[in-house]
């Protein structure tokens, strides 16, 4: 019995449904699984390396979530061959960091819970880098007045296990990059379970997790909050693009972001 032929415009339309219904599927901030971003062949998301390991985490793709994602393909930056392990005393926090990079206890921010940690981290060199700042009071955002809101794109987005405070506007954890559109596109990395704006537009965006009640809030990152800067104001630590295109290569190329993602993606918090 001959098998009955399908026209060929009706395979094109059913593939391009198929197409169509996959990617609505990955469109959702904060769902979906473990996409890397950053480091090469081997280990797995969110796990720490041994120090002196010149193991790294394994490559992907830059995926956003909660709004367009950057496009790129190009191969992910490097990560440092050799690696350290920070810790405070009471054991409240661990993440790793290479070797030649220094983590440093300094002042918690006035008005910080009892056993708050401040934590600067900078490169071997001394520049700065991130800050990791746990027991920080609840706080409201900022008013956002609707004409005030720029167009914002998560460029990189991996889910982190860490404790965390769930409600509306929340999501799990994740350690992400995103840029927020101005005169430049200004990004950001950081740990953060808030969902940044409505529709791809905020007036800024936080890196900040929320943590359990009664346990306060935390942050791990460049920066607590970014947003559409004036030409007046100074931009570091926030990186600056002229494109879209300048930020995906510098989450898919630069072993600076391949290397920070590495650290925050081991964060350890016992709150």
């Known amino acids: 019995m001959r098998a009955k032929r399908i026209p060929l415009k009706f395979s ?5 449904a198929l197409i169509v219904v996959a990617a609505a599927g990955c469109s959702s901030e904060g ?3 473990p996409v890397w971003t950053a480091g090469s062949s081997s280990g797995a998301p969110g796990s720490a390396t041994p120090s002196g390991s010149s193991t790294a985490p394994p490559s992907g793709g830059s995926t956003a979530s909660g709004s367009p994602s950057a496009a790129s393909t190009a191969t992910a930056g490097a990560t440092a061959s050799a690696w350290k392990t920070y810790s405070d005393a009471a054991k409240k926090v661990s993440f790793d960091l290479p070797s030649d990079w220094i983590a440093q206890s300094v002042t918690p921010d006035a008005g ?3 056993g708050a940690l401040k934590i600067e981290v900078k490169d071997a060199k001394g520049g700065y880098l991130a800050t990791l700042h746990t027991g920080l009071p609840s706080a409201s955002p900022a008013d956002c007045n609707p004409a ?4 914002y794109t ?6 982190i296990d860490l404790p965390h405070a769930d409600g509306d506007s929340m999501i799990p954890p994740h350690v992400v990059f995103r840029v927020i559109q101005g005169y430049k596109f200004f990004g950001s990395y950081g740990i953060t379970n808030l969902v940044a704006g409505s529709d791809g537009q905020a007036c ?3 890196n900040l997790v929320v943590g359990p009640a009664g346990k306060g809030n935390y942050y791990f990152g460049d920066m607590p909050t970014v947003h559409a800067f ?3 104001e100074v931009v570091a630590p926030a990186k600056s693009f002229d494109t879209l295109d300048q930020a995906a290569k510098y989450v898919d190329q630069s072993s600076e972001f391949a290397n ?3 650290m925050l993606l081991s964060l350890k918090v016992n709150l």
């Open 154 to 159: 998560v460029v990189s987005s991996v889910p």
């Open 31 to 33: 769902k979906g699984g």
């Open 204 to 206: 800024q965006l936080r």
């Open 230 to 232: 004036a030409t007046d």
């Open 260 to 262: 920070v993602q590495r």
């Open 112 to 114: 910080s819970m009892p």
């Open 148 to 151: 005030a809101k720029r167009p």
């Open 12 to 16: 094109v339309a059913i593939l391009g």
